[in-house]
């Protein structure tokens, strides 16, 4: 009950939302985007046409075109399922890190207004997709620490450079990942330094493409 207890109030929260319909610079976004012209797949992950590289966003508008085409409802609901599967995520990685009522904290992420401009406009996908893969990278992350095996920390450095192709503001996740380590364990290790390096790499390669773009 505690999974469909977020999950069904994130949805009844923001049923106002759902019922909107495209605002600002959403036809940016979704009308005149270059993924929904002729090889607009190709065009958004390999060529420069696209306003900004957010490959991961453009590829899940295109998805969803598919489906409901330019009716606003569908993109509505998926920005609040992604923002609900995101408060999961944070209650799944402050029940493994030790945290005072993590459900709670989860359940008061989820239904915060501070979030309500990310999960609403349809245009702050980037937000609430890069947030839904920088934490399954720090889940994965926490669970490599813990159990030892290496198969999650793959899925991490996967997750991050998801989150990356995203939006760029998931950058600081290799400090995050030091700083938790020296909190856990009260001192950094040879091995924290060396298990930083993929995401470093992915950070600073996503990083200048950023700024090459913009």
């Given at each position: ?62 998805i969803?075109?598919?489906?409901w ?6 993109y ?6 992604l923002?609900?599967?995101?408060s ?50 720090l ?10 095996r ?65």
């Amino acid at each position: 009950w505690p999974w469909g207890a977020i999950v069904l109030l994130t949805l009844a929260v923001y049923i106002p939302a759902i019922r909107g319909g495209f605002v600002w610079d959403d036809d940016l976004h979704l009308v005149t985007n270059v993924v929904f012209e002729e090889n607009g797949l190709y065009r958004a992950w390999f060529t420069a046409d696209p306003f900004v590289y957010y490959p991961m966003v453009w590829t899940s508008y295109w998805i969803e075109y598919q489906f409901w085409g330019a009716d606003p409802a569908g993109y509505h609901v998926v920005n609040v399922l992604l923002h609900a599967v995101s408060s999961l995520l944070i209650w799944r990685i402050l029940l493994r890190l030790g945290i005072p009522a993590p459900w709670l904290v989860a359940l008061i992420f989820a239904l915060h207004p501070v979030n309500v401009e990310s999960v609403a406009w349809i245009t702050q996908r980037k937000n609430t997709l890069c947030m839904l893969f920088y934490l399954g990278a720090l889940c994965c992350y926490l669970r490599h620490e813990d159990e030892g095996r290496w198969g999650p920390y793959v899925f991490a450095v996967f997750f991050f450079l998801l989150s990356m192709l995203s939006k760029g503001a998931s950058v600081a996740l290799p400090a995050v990942l030091l700083l938790l380590a020296w909190w856990r364990r009260g001192h950094w290790g040879i091995n924290d330094a060396l298990r930083s390096i993929p995401f470093v790499a992915v950070a600073g390669l996503m990083s200048f493409s950023e700024v090459w773009f913009q």
